[in-house]
């Protein structure tokens, strides 16, 4: 692995004022936030509230109208999804979103080969890459399915492929991890394993997450953020939130207004 | 297919075999048509390796590769004219020729055509290969007209082993080793980390850009690697028929190879191979014995696509998984029950495309409209012909699909089990 320095500064993300429209239809509305870098920072809001379309634009699947995301004190607001990759933010999706006819194995070790700096190549056997498939081993055990491996992705069961698709996403790497409702359809028991993934991934990471459970919510984050129809009402501590009569307001009182 | 999960038999006993056969058959048989089936299935092969790493690997549906085929082609035999005897280069790497000028082509149009995938790069590769074969009329200097260039591969001074390649037993062995040496590198190019990424790049694109690749420049890369293969093939021909015309590098061309992967099956390395053998043998033997040989080969073509997407490459993958459980010889009757309704429905389909072709070739003079089959006269005029062939095709379909059904279903499930 390429050793890149952990980022050091206070925050490891700041976005300030952006704003998306899709024609006339504003669906952020103005969003400011700075990641402390380290944090598991969660984003709650009812549905609707332009929760994935935030991720899109900070991980550059599609472009802000206008304001700016800042990623370890550099705009990043310009450039394509894969550079941001490269910098070391790195994204899971609300739909699982693998490489469905590779095997596991191969999933994780596509996601690994970048940033060990293998790009391109076509002179180099994969399998002899010594690094890359110890790293692979060490990543399917870490999510669980190593004895899975040399199963196609597609075959899996829903909660093994979300497990995967945060394997793909943790195992390059990145310092900043983005995950879109990473427990959404799953069981109890399926939620729990996903949140101690999710601590164990996350180590010494910042971690920002998208997500409906609010048992799941007040498990793992160290901060949250209430976003309604495109605006950050209210951010704090978990028990700041569940006493915050704004937010309160949001869910219980105005939610259809909110969806409108 | 749950049946993926079981590794099937290894390929390398297989190809061995392949190459021994490859080997020996022009040895002992000294037939000048079994030399230039097999110069001409080797150069397909080839050629149809080349493709499928855009199609089967990349995902890439291209509709012009005949392009760097024939841009190959039009290289290397322009090369061996210009050369001529006081050649540095022997004539046994003129192919690299091609290869270099059809890599500077894909290097160009990949450029343009990989900016998309899907439909938008099927459409781009079909407007450039359609530019490309308009420009063979317009430039009659470089692509030779309506006549062509031809070139003398006899006119290079013999090789460094003193092989001439005069005869055609030479020139196939040189295909042969072109074959291994091209085939060998595109397996190795599917387990480096170029070939792994133009996988997860048809599998998911959107995802790959999300770990750090840009899909993008895989999809060039593959299109230019591609390219160079294809023109290597392209590189053979021109020596192989020692002319080279435009229709090489038309949209048919681009159509035979597209089938080619198709039918010997894209989810397989070695599929092509097999697709280059079936297809080069029915070109040369049913378009032998039936002017409508290409209706036939589009019924196959068509069959596969709704059928068997996983073409004959797919066919053997899963039975060597069955032969792995159960004993091949137990599974002979099998074969041959299951031969009988696929016969049936075969005949069904010649005598209809048969009849039809007749039919609508005579049917100003309905009293001619007689097929001669077999040793039988059939009247096409009439109703009942049709209705026995297209009866055989409907109850051979519903035959097999029975005894694929209650014979076949239950074996493969008890392979499921662990």
């Known amino acids: 692995m390429i050793d890149k320095d952990p980022y050091t500064g206070k925050h490891i993300l700041e976005i300030r004022d952006l704003k998306k429209n899709f024609g006339n239809t504003e669906i952020i509305r103005g969003v400011n936030l700075s990641l402390n870098t380290g944090e598991r920072h969660a984003i709650i809001g009812p549905n609707g509230a332009g929760k994935s379309t935030f991720f899109h634009l900070i991980s550059a699947r599609i472009q802000p109208s206008s304001g700016d995301v800042i990623f370890k004190d550099q705009s990043v607001s310009h450039l394509k999804s894969f550079e941001i990759n490269r910098m070391g933010l790195s994204r899971s999706f609300q739909v699982t979103n693998i490489f469905h006819r590779m095997s596991v194995a191969e999933n994780i070790r596509c996601s690994l080969l970048w940033s060990y700096g293998y790009k391109y190549s076509f002179f180099k056997f994969v399998d002899h890459l010594k690094e890359v498939n110890l790293k692979c081993e060490e990543i399917l055990e870490l999510i669980g399915l190593t004895a899975r491996k040399e199963t196609i992705a597609s075959e899996l069961s829903y909660a093994e492929q979300r497990s995967l698709e945060i394997g793909i996403t943790v195992c390059g790497g990145a310092d900043l991890i983005l995950l879109d409702e990473p427990t959404a359809g799953m069981s109890n028991i399926e939620t729990e394993f996903a949140i101690d993934l999710i601590k164990k991934v996350t180590k010494n990471k910042t971690l920002l997450m998208v997500e409906h459970d609010m048992s799941v919510v007040f498990k793992l984050a160290d901060r949250i953020s209430v976003l309604v129809y495109g605006q950050i009402i209210a951010t704090g501590t978990p028990d700041e939130i569940h006493h915050n009569p704004l937010v309160r307001e949001a869910y219980l009182g105005t939610h259809a207004d909110a969806i409108a | ?418």
């Open chain 2, 1 to 418: 297919m749950k049946s993926r999960k079981l590794a099937g038999m290894s390929p390398v006993i297989p190809i061995f075999l392949c190459l021994i056969i490859a080997i020996i058959l022009p040895l002992i048989f000294k037939s000048d048509l079994l030399l230039s089936i097999l110069c001409e299935i080797g150069i397909m092969a080839i050629f149809a390796l080349s493709y499928n790493m855009l199609l089967g690997q990349t995902g890439l549906l291209s509709f012009g590769h005949a392009v760097y085929y024939g841009i190959g082609a039009f290289g290397t035999i322009h090369t061996l004219n210009i050369l001529k005897h006081h050649s540095f280069i022997s004539i046994s790497m003129l192919p690299l020729i091609g290869g270099l000028t059809a890599l500077l082509l894909a290097i160009i149009f990949g450029f343009v055509s990989t900016k998309k995938s899907g439909t938008t790069f099927s459409m781009i590769t079909l407007g450039l290969g359609e530019m490309v074969h308009s420009c063979s009329v317009l430039i009659p200097d470089f692509f030779g007209g309506e006549g062509g260039i031809s070139g003398n591969r006899m006119i290079m001074k013999p090789d460094v082993f003193g092989i001439s390649y005069g005869p055609q037993i030479q020139f196939y062995f040189l295909v042969l080793v072109w074959l291994i040496i091209s085939a060998f590198f595109m397996f190795f190019i599917t387990k480096t980390p170029l070939g792994k990424m133009a996988n997860a790049v048809r599998d998911n694109h959107e995802r790959a850009e999300f770990i750090g690749y840009n899909p993008q420049k895989v999809r060039f890369y593959m299109t230019v690697l591609s390219g160079f293969f294809a023109g290597i093939s392209g590189g053979l021909t021109a020596l192989n028929y020692e002319i080279v015309t435009a229709e090489t590098l038309n949209a048919g061309t681009s159509g035979i190879v597209l089938l080619m992967s198709f039918v010997g099956g894209i989810g397989s390395f070695f599929g092509p191979i097999i697709g280059a053998v079936v297809i080069t043998m029915m070109k040369i033997f049913v378009g032998g014995l039936s002017k409508a040989w290409l209706l036939y080969l589009g019924i196959l073509f068509i069959t596969m696509v709704l059928f068997i997407p996983g073409g004959i490459a797919g066919i053997l993958k899963s039975q060597s998984i069955l032969w792995s459980k159960v004993s091949p010889l137990k599974l002979i009757p099998k074969y041959l029950i299951s031969c009988i309704p696929i016969i049936c429905a075969s005949l069904g389909v010649i005598l209809v495309i048969e009849m039809t072709y007749v039919f609508l070739g005579n049917d100003t003079n309905v009293s001619q409209a007689h097929l001669m089959i077999a040793g039988l006269t059939i009247n096409t005029s009439n109703i009942f012909p049709w209705i026995a062939s297209v009866g055989a095709i409907v109850i051979g379909k519903k035959l097999f699909e029975l005894y694929w059904h209650y014979s076949w279903v239950p074996l493969f499930d008890i392979l499921d089990k662990p």
